[in-house]
């Protein structure tokens, strides 16, 4: 028992130290990334290639000074960038990101918690992270904060209904389990599930896009029209809170398009390939091969994120909400019963 606790104590520091550093870098990618595409250079002067920015940019929140309005909810207005990054924080528990360590004879999984509703928790945990928003917007007795708050709440409502009907559809595919470590395992022949459900996935990802309030999804916190949105009366670290959520979020969506969609850590002649090199399965080289594949894959997920930032234009909100309710319910019921219907003729599923 008390070695239980240990490994999973330490799994918990991991994984909460990957978040944030990924976010922090992420930060730092994402100049890169846009620099490259507009043909300059980016952050270049904090440490070589700029590699040091996110180390000051995180000083500059940590020190700057704390602003609190004095016409603000205050005990609401810490609350709210609060809760957002722990919502932010917990939906990575139940990510397997790697192949079972066996020491001892014993198996250690790189997961924090193996629960048999994982896909449920995430999406659930994901829904109460509005609420930060929501609660920061309104403590902040702002209108443009307000509003921004309001965005984002009925944003995400409405683009869950589309993710979650995706999610039916390679739940059913899967053969009808909510687990996440399933859902990977049944990928283990390198036959990734974005081959039977295409659809599924493009509705997928254009939620994630909506759900994360990334552009071209960003109305939220447009500064054209909002100022800031509900980022308008924040400063220092809760402005930082923020952020690091977003881009927290960011990184888990990208690590559940690539786990449910494209296989995790699996991968098309693993086994032949841990054969060839004469790995033993539980071995550490294969749980470490297994989580840079995944990790790479997160990696290319992040940067579809930015390219479309900075390749297609913020939509109107009218034409953001007739997209989410308009065209992607439709698609993902349209989804659903071919689903049904494929699958019941494979003989996976009898009514």
């Not at 020190?63 to 609060?82: Q, R, Y």
């Not at 066996?102 to 629960?115: F, M, S």
């Not at 859902?183 to 459900?197: F, H």
């Not at 400063?235 to 449910?260: D, P, R, T, V």
């Amino acid at each position: 028992m008390l070695t239980f606790v240990i490994y999973k104590s330490i799994l918990c520091v991991v994984v909460f130290g990957v978040s944030l550093g990924v976010a922090a870098y992420s930060t730092w990618w994402e100049r890169k990334f846009a620099a490259f595409l507009q043909d300059r250079k980016g952050p270049s002067r904090a440490g070589p290639f700029g590699i040091l920015q996110p180390l000051a940019d995180g000083g500059k929140m940590f020190f700057k000074e704390e602003i609190i309005p004095n016409v603000s909810n205050k005990f609401l207005f810490v609350l709210g960038p609060s809760l957002f990054l722990l919502t932010a924080l917990m939906t990575g528990v139940v990510i397997p990101w790697g192949k079972d360590l066996i020491i001892g004879g014993k198996a250690y999984p790189l997961q924090v918690t193996d629960i048999n509703i994982g896909i449920i928790y995430v999406l659930g945990v994901t829904s109460v992270g509005v609420y930060g928003i929501m609660i920061g917007g309104w403590a902040s007795n702002n209108k443009y904060s307000l509003l921004g708050a309001i965005r984002a709440s009925s944003q995400m409502i409405s683009y869950e209904i589309a993710m979650g009907l995706s999610i039916i559809a390679l739940v059913i595919t899967a053969g009808g389990t909510l687990s996440f470590r399933e859902i990977l395992e049944k990928q283990d022949a390198g036959i990734s599930n974005v081959m039977y459900q295409p659809l599924g996935f493009l509705i997928f990802l254009i939620c994630a896009f909506a759900e994360t309030n990334r552009a071209p999804f960003d109305l939220s916190e447009c500064e054209t029209e909002l100022i800031g949105g509900y980022n308008t009366e924040y400063s220092a670290f809760k402005l930082g809170a923020f952020m690091f959520a977003e881009y927290i979020n960011m990184f888990i969506s990208s690590a559940i398009m690539a786990g449910l969609y494209f296989g995790g850590y699996n991968f098309p002649f693993a086994h032949e390939l841990y054969s060839a090199m004469g790995l033993q399965e539980g071995s550490v080289a294969i749980s470490l091969i297994g989580f840079l594949v995944y990790f790479f894959k997160i990696c290319l997920f992040i940067s579809v994120f930015m390219w479309i930032r900075w390749t297609l234009p913020r939509f109107r909100y009218d034409q953001l909400m007739n997209l989410g309710w308009k065209v992607l319910i439709p698609l993902s019921l349209f989804n659903l019963v071919l689903t049904v219907v494929v699958e019941f003729f494979r003989g996976t599923i009898v009514f």
